[in-house]
């Protein structure tokens, strides 16, 4: 069975009930195993927070995250391979963003499949598994 690390723009789509997405994620949860890194969970509450709606958006991350995909702490070994992919990407001309950056380091060091709606970040790490929901 493959690890899935669920990217944020998942996890955004599925909490405001895109039905594609939704129905996507319940067949992979029960069927799967779905993971977010807690770099997803921090940029979902920073999100929220920005909405003016911090409340209400705020307890609807709090129920996804207990009732679906394990969160997973960035560690040792996770950082360093991000490192190396930035140092990979930066020496062919190429960049992501910072929180892709560490989300597909550690999807690389763990040997997991990237779950994304756009994959046109993740697919510039040489070795990384992504597969779209997009």
Request: with cysteine; proline share 2%; glycine share 12%.
């Amino acid at each position: 069975m493959t690890t899935k690390l669920l990217d944020t723009n998942v996890c955004i789509e599925v909490l405001r009930g895109r039905p594609g997405m939704v129905s996507r994620f319940s067949s992979e949860l029960a069927e799967g195993d779905l993971r977010i890194s807690t770099i997803t969970v921090f940029e979902l509450v920073y999100g929220a927070a920005r909405s003016g709606r911090d409340g209400g958006e705020t307890a609807k991350i709090a129920r996804f995250v207990e009732g679906g995909p394990a969160p997973v702490a960035l560690d040792q070994t996770d950082a360093e391979s991000a490192g190396r992919v930035r140092a990979d990407l930066t020496s062919r001309g190429l960049v992501i963003s910072a929180y892709d950056l560490l989300i597909a380091g550690q999807a690389l060091a763990r040997g997991w499949t990237v779950v994304t709606a756009n994959i046109g970040e993740f697919e510039r790490v040489q070795g990384l598994n992504v597969e779209s929901w997009g």
